[in-house]
């Protein structure tokens, strides 16, 4: 099979596509034929060495993947030959076949493309977590989230909607807020422009949001934390500014304020049943047309080291995907 290989740690440049032998399935893997698979974050930190794990060179980077079921390990559950799924692998699906534990598969629903389901299971089960399980988002209270054209982000604005918050987003550039805005945010704000901190003020009237949702870290936590409301939960789920930032704790005693960390893969691991319920709830959206995944570029197989060289340079919205077979 084909695959796209990262040989030695460094930039997206220095993939390299070469043919090599096809993965065997454990006992509790399925193989999966991979159709497309999902550009993400952590794509850019795995292939210079920077991310949470590391796999042994060589690797293939691509973290999720969509496509049919080639072969069942024995143990590997109810999955046949044949069935449309989507599946979390961590590492390897820029490739034409990956190998990936049962429990990280599901059936894409009927009437879902792909390409789509490529770009489905990262950004909206990290966003639906966070906005449930950790923010307790409800009807009516204010959402903010930050980096809000981007993939986890853009899930976030279109679940909060869902869940029938306010949502207010925030990016980067006026293009970029086009696209929150078509994904149904209701106000904008452009910290490109103008400052984080006075915006939320003037669009809550003083009174802040309830809930922030932050992928980004770095200078916007500092601004945006001290926009929260009383009782007001930031949600820390990522850091794609490149800087951890640090929290002054009397913010929160002030504001009776929450600040709770975000860590879908653990939760799906941990938590299956509720991780499912989910989904469940995702697909749903998706069929009643509420959630409108947007995957802006398809990239070929040979090309995905420049998708990620794409998206690590701030310059991606929505979904980046490899199309693969
Ligand atoms: N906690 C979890 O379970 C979990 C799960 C999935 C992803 N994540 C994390 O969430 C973050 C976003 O992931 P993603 O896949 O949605 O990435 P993405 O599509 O690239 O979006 C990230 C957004 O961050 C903003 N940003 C600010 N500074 C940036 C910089 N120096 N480089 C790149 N982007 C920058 C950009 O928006 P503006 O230009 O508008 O600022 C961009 O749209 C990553 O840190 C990722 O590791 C966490």
Redesign the pocket.
Known sequence: MKALLCKALGPAQDLVLEEVASPSPKNNEILLQVHAAGV???DT?IIEGKYQFQPPLPFSPGGEAAGVVAAVGEKAGAFKVGDRVMALTGWGAFAEEVAVPHYNVLPIPAGMDFTTAAAFG??YG?SMHALTQRGQLKAGETLLV????????LAAVEIGKALGARVIAA???SE?LAVAKAAGADDLID?GQASLKDEIKRLTGGQGVDVIYD??G?ALFDQAVRGLAWNGRLLV??????TIPQLPVNLALLKGAAVIG????AFAQRQPQDNAANFRQLFAWHAEGKLKPLVSQTYPLAEGGAAIEQ????K??G?LVVAIQ
């Open positions: 993400n974050f952590p930190l990262m950004t990290t930050l980096g809000a054209s981007g993939g986890v982000g990016a980067s550039s970029k910290y992928p980004v770095g789920v990522g850091f794609a500014s490149g975000v860590f879908w893969g998206l690590g340079q701030r991606a919205v979904k």
